[in-house]
């Protein structure tokens, strides 16, 4: 079993759409979850990061984490073209990180 | 605003040839990350640095691997005899270190292909 799980679509939905990216992990060290976007040919950057369960809201971007599920989401309301990226779910026990496999998700105006 | 940065941005290289990716971190960071990512697949761990030294290697960084941090600014990936398979984007990553956790910050990458 991967460490990380998250499937890589591709997704596409139209503007203005609530969009669902999920991951699920094995690992239960895991304490910090994060959610980096990745445009194409560049870094990923840090979207949002949540410790432990719990929801976390940023603006249009809200994550979520369930450690007794060992699942966690990013949600984002009121979709944009500029939200098409590929969006990395993250997770590290406090030293190291481990992703997932990247969603890349397209939004079509 | 303090930023990674890496170099070349994209290294062509004939199999067999040495290699060395280089990365200025931001600098006042301690902990240090190169990251490998093939094109179209997941971002994959390959080593940590801390101190001085190794602290954390994935099975990808084989003997052909090295990290140094030669002169306190830069940190370099060192492949010795590239395959065909290392064609991909390094990125090299930084983070504070002083709190449990800290953002690791990414650098642009940098393509290398193997011919």
């Known amino acids: 079993q991967k460490e990380v799980e998250q499937d890589p679509g591709p997704l596409s939905v139209p503007e203005g759409a609530i969009v669902s990216l999920n991951c699920t992990y094995s690992n239960s060290a895991f304490q910090y979850f994060m959610w980096y976007r990745q445009y194409s040919r560049k870094g990923p950057e840090l979207l949002m990061y949540t410790y432990s369960s719990g929801n976390k809201e940023d603006g249009r971007f809200t994550a979520q984490v369930d450690k007794s599920s060992k699942y966690i989401s990013l949600f984002i309301r009121d979709s944009q073209p500029s939200d098409s990226a590929t969006y990395l779910c993250a997770m590290s026990d406090g030293n190291d990180m481990r992703f997932g496999a990247g969603t890349r998700l397209t939004v079509k105006p | 605003e303090p930023e990674v940065t890496q170099t070349p941005s994209h290294q062509v290289t004939q199999m067999g040839q040495e290699v060395i990716l280089r990365c200025v971190p931001i600098?006042?960071?301690?902990?240090f990350y190169w990251y490998r990512q093939i094109l179209g697949q997941k971002v994959e761990f390959l080593v940590s640095f801390y101190n001085n030294e190794i602290s954390e290697k994935s099975e990808i960084f084989d003997d052909q691997f090295s990290v140094e941090r030669p002169d306190g600014s830069n940190f370099t990936l060192k492949i010795r005899s590239t395959k065909l398979e290392d064609s991909a984007m390094y990125f090299c990553?930084?983070?504070?270190?002083?709190?449990?956790?800290?953002?690791?910050?990414f650098g642009p990458g940098t393509r290398l292909t193997v011919l």
């Open positions: 600098s006042n960071h301690l902990y």
């Open positions: 990553a930084s983070r504070p270190g002083r709190l449990l956790y800290n953002e690791q910050f």
